[in-house]
């Protein structure tokens, strides 16, 4: 950590935020800590912008090619699971997937939408190149749910999603300030892709309407069917992921969760 001493100084304390990717950091001098990162991606400086993410302190390129980031640290805790269903999370969801200044500056950035068709050839062609519909038969259940399910995701309208939604990734400040953090993983999508599973994983069937309600939408059929199709689909991209890295156990669990998206979808949508 000699080049993050360089670039703060040697009055600063600097230990690892942990992390997989190891290139956070906490640097802390007196009564001031900073939230350092090496290589975030230049979308932070519009999400700090809006307030989606801690203000953004400076950014400074090292002598290496190395871009380093200071946001603010704050005082707060990760949401709880059943805090998910809390109002001000949909609020928070609804801001970000109707901002034209951080959809603008992810496609500025390169970023382009990845079509549900496209989505849906490449995950055929992964799992048939890894043999995974003669391992599971519910893998083929799947993918013909996504076939028939396919037509209703096409021309919705495509916003920037955060694509890794859970409650490990909403912090709450002191001062009840709400903020959704690690944007390694957005992309330009249909906002079901977000919200689908919020509702999936967090609020109670029932409670649906109200919280589409809440965030503004209406809930319809048609809504549902695109909001299980991502779902089916990420679950097939995560099951690809473990069973590459020979990680048994994790597939088995990631069988288990397709199992019950097929039960859902082939006893809500398709009977």
Same mark, same amino acid.
């Given at each position: 950590? !000699?080049?993050l001493n360089h670039?703060?100084?040697?009055?600063?304390?600097?230990?690892?935020?942990?992390?997989? /990717?190891?290139?956070?950091?906490?640097?802390?001098?007196? $009564?001031?800590?900073?939230?350092?990162?090496? $290589? #975030?991606s230049p979308f932070?400086?519009?999400? #700090?912008?809006?307030?989606?993410?801690?203000?953004?302190?400076?950014?400074?390129?090292?002598?290496?090619?190395?871009?380093? /980031?200071?946001?603010?640290?704050?005082?707060?805790?990760?949401?709880?699971?059943?805090?998910?269903?809390?109002?001000?999370?949909?609020?928070?969801?609804?801001?970000?997937?109707? #901002?034209?200044?951080?959809?603008?500056?992810?496609?500025?950035?390169?970023?382009?939408?990845?079509?549900?068709?496209?989505?849906?050839?490449?995950?055929?062609?992964?799992?048939?190149?890894?043999?995974?519909?003669?391992?599971?038969?519910?893998?083929?259940?799947?993918? $013909?749910?996504?076939?028939?399910?396919?037509?209703?995701?096409?021309?919705?309208?495509?916003?920037?999603?955060?694509?890794?939604?859970?409650?490990?990734?909403?912090?709450?400040?002191?001062?009840?300030?709400?903020?959704?953090?690690?944007?390694?993983?957005?992309?330009?999508?249909?906002?079901?892709?977000?919200?689908?599973?919020?509702?999936?994983?967090?609020?109670?069937?029932?409670?649906? !309407?109200?919280?589409?309600?809440?965030?503004?939408?209406?809930?319809?059929?048609?809504?549902?069917?695109?909001?299980?199709?991502?779902?089916?689909?990420? #679950?097939?991209?995560?099951?690809l992921w473990h069973?590459?890295?020979?990680?048994?156990?994790?597939?088995?669990?990631?069988?288990?969760?397709?199992?019950?998206?097929?039960?859902?979808?082939?006893?809500?949508?398709?009977?």
């Amino acid at each position: 950590m !000699n080049w993050l001493n360089h670039a703060l100084g040697k009055e600063w304390n600097i230990a690892p935020a942990g992390g997989l /990717t190891g290139d956070a950091y906490i640097a802390e001098n007196q $009564n001031r800590r900073l939230f350092l990162k090496r $290589n #975030s991606s230049p979308f932070l400086a519009v999400l #700090s912008a809006e307030g989606i993410v801690p203000k953004l302190i400076w950014t400074k390129r090292m002598e290496n090619g190395d871009v380093i /980031t200071a946001q603010e640290w704050i005082e707060g805790r990760e949401l709880k699971p059943e805090e998910m269903q809390h109002p001000r999370v949909a609020e928070l969801l609804h801001k970000i997937h109707h #901002s034209s200044e951080l959809l603008h500056m992810l496609m500025r950035l390169g970023k382009r939408p990845i079509t549900p068709d496209e989505n849906f050839k490449n995950l055929k062609r992964q799992i048939h190149a890894n043999n995974l519909v003669q391992k599971f038969a519910e893998v083929q259940d799947a993918l $013909n749910y996504l076939e028939q399910l396919l037509p209703v995701t096409r021309e919705q309208k495509q916003v920037v999603c955060h694509c890794d939604l859970n409650h490990n990734n909403l912090l709450l400040t002191k001062d009840g300030q709400l903020y959704l953090i690690d944007w390694d993983n957005a992309m330009i999508a249909d906002p079901v892709m977000d919200f689908g599973v919020l509702l999936k994983w967090y609020i109670p069937m029932e409670d649906w !309407n109200s919280w589409l309600k809440q965030y503004g939408v209406v809930h319809d059929k048609k809504l549902i069917e695109r909001m299980y199709w991502y779902l089916l689909a990420d #679950s097939l991209s995560y099951l690809l992921w473990h069973n590459e890295r020979n990680e048994s156990e994790k597939v088995q669990e990631r069988l288990r969760d397709l199992r019950d998206l097929n039960t859902h979808v082939y006893e809500a949508i398709l009977n």
